[in-house]
């Protein structure tokens, strides 16, 4: 399927979700500059930045629990439209945002509503699919994704193993439960899809954002839509080897190359 069948089938399905006036959680270490870190869909943001906690003897790390997860507000779906809304909520004066899978749609949407704010952007295998359709696998596999989306089976076991075989990662084991598995399934498959997001990439290469984007060379299709995601923001594709989706998880090599951009973006402001 093309981005606009996949947005004409899927049009009456989008979710309506409640923005509830309660707050997020975050959870923060460390001082010095300001980092968020969201996570994505699946796993919450403790156990998707758990690698990156030794950071917090040089940052000010803050762990960011999206709608729906942890302590945060109830959310009957993911939405990236809210996750936009609720970062930008959380920029401040500025920060450094670090964010995962569904979860850099909504930052990367945040960053171009308040680029003054983000001091730097690093997307950590981006769903961002727009971005990339032009590119054959990155088309091949939304489309396949899309039409599983859309006709899956029930069983949440069977909906989350075969939307990543699709994806070319392998679903976490989650434990049964309302913070489990069919929680997880319920946000994913209730969520606003990603070929839906209407981004403006140029918005991020224009205020001069300091962008990286990290793959991990296990999915041609994700690394080439790394690759589309920094050419169209501007910024740089790295590829750090992982064997998954969660490319953080690869600790010490993901950390240096993450510092190393952070300090760049630090000097940039400081010139």
Known sequence: MTVTELRTATASRLPEIEAPATGLEVITSGTGE?????????????????????????????VVQRRGF?????????DFEHDADDLCGLLGRSAHVVAHSYG?????????????????LTLVEPTAVTA???????????????DWWLHAPRDERKFLAGY????????????????????????LRHCRPPWTA?????????ARIPTLVISGGHSPALDALAAAVARRTGGQHTVIASSGHAVQRAGTAFNTALEQHLRAADRAVAR
């Open 132 to 146: 990339g359709m032009d590119e054959p696998e990155v088309a091949e596999a939304i489309g396949a994704i899309g």
């Open 104 to 120: 850099a749609i909504g930052a990367v949407l945040a960053a171009t509503r308040r680029p003054r704010r983000v001091r730097s």
């Open 70 to 78: 942890g302590a945060s507000r109830h959310s009957d779906g993911e």
């Open 34 to 62: 300001r980092v968020l870190l969201v996570h994505g869909s699946l796993v919450d943001g403790p156990g998707s930045w758990a690698r990156q906690r030794p950071l917090s003897e040089r940052w000010g790390l803050e």
């Open 198 to 206: 209407e981004v403006p990439w140029e918005d991020i290469a224009l």
């Open 164 to 187: 990543g075989a699709l994806l070319g990662v392998r679903a976490p084991r989650l434990n049964e439960g309302p913070t489990g598995l069919r929680a997880a399934a319920k946000y």
